[in-house]
């Protein structure tokens, strides 16, 4: 079994600017044996925070005696911000698929999604018009609006094992509701 090591570096920037774009270049010199990169991964601020893990080959469908079948969801109404507390009763973090639908029409920008203090932030891009639908999907790695993909700022969203705070805003007065589910994990070798 081949041994990983996980390594991080802070980036600072040198202005306060939007990044537009970043090129990684991973390097090595004078060594022998066999390396393997994987999970690069950027985000925002100076720590370590999480992460939607492959779960394949790591984990299994959480069995404990308070275990559902299938999904787990919530749904909750939004005006202007709230915090939404979601409850995983798995043993791991577990990667949420969101789904928005705003009640009033919003600009660009207007509907985010984010842990905790306001971490591992994602934004919608797009506009919103009453009725539309907006998904971050961790499990399929898709952002859409409508069924269509749409751009996002920011990170697909998870849930820490146990409960964690999930901050949501919208436009100032406005409002929309929310659907999340995730699939309740916990360490194994099953798979799924």
């Not at 969101?98 to 506009?127: C, D, N, R, W």
Request: a negative charge.
């Amino acid at each position: 079994m081949p041994e990983f090591t996980r390594f991080t570096e802070t980036i600072a920037k040198k202005q306060d600017k939007r990044v537009v774009n970043i090129t990684v270049k991973p390097t090595v010199t004078d060594c022998t044996g066999t390396l393997w990169f994987t999970d690069l991964m950027l985000q925002e601020g100076d720590k370590v925070t999480g992460y939607v893990i492959n779960t394949g080959t790591l984990l299994k469908k959480y069995d404990g005696d308070d275990a559902i079948a299938g999904k787990r969801f919530y749904n909750c109404i939004v005006r202007s911000s709230a915090t939404c507390i979601i409850f995983n009763l798995g043993s791991t973090a577990a990667g949420l698929d969101y789904k928005v639908y705003p009640i009033q029409a919003m600009e660009a920008g207007s509907i985010t999604l984010s842990l905790g203090a306001g971490a591992h932030k994602a934004t919608f891009k797009a506009a919103a018009s009453a009725g539309d639908e907006f998904d971050l999907l961790s499990s399929s790695r898709e952002c859409l609006k409508n069924n269509a993909a749409t751009e996002k700022d920011g990170f697909f969203q998870y849930s820490a094992a146990g409960d964690s705070k999930h901050p949501i805003t919208v436009a100032d007065k406005k409002s929309a509701r929310i659907y999340v589910e995730f699939q309740e994990m916990q360490d194994g070798s099953d798979l799924i």
